[in-house]
């Protein structure tokens, strides 16, 4: 898959991860998309290197998905526990 196709990924992931991760982010709507993208190359990276799942060149490969989505909830979560109270 091109860069292009992963940064889409990622953003696309970085959407469902705040859907399922409701609520205030620090970084709001275009900071948690930005998450998404890096959680999506973290996630398929580890996917590659750990869990030996080849990166496939394939768009609609669901671990793909799930690595990417798996990554970008991680991020959030570490986000939100790092910066989650700077805006009280």
């Not at 469902?16 to 890096?38: M, Q, W």
């Not at 398929?44 to 060149?57: E, F, M, N, Q, V």
């Not at 671990?63 to 700077?86: E, M």
Request: aromatic fraction near 12%; charged fraction near 10%; glycine fraction near 18%.
């Amino acid at each position: 898959m091109s860069i292009i196709g992963w940064i889409i990924l990622g953003l696309v992931a970085g959407i469902i991860a705040k859907v399922l991760l409701p609520g205030r982010d620090p970084g709001g709507f275009i900071g948690t998309t930005l998450i998404g993208v890096a959680g999506a190359f973290i996630g398929g990276w580890i996917s590659a290197r750990w869990l030996h799942h080849p990166i496939t060149k394939n768009f609609y490969d669901g671990a793909t998905w799930a690595a990417a989505i798996g990554g970008s909830l991680v991020l959030l979560i570490v986000y939100r526990l790092l910066f989650g109270n700077s805006r009280n």
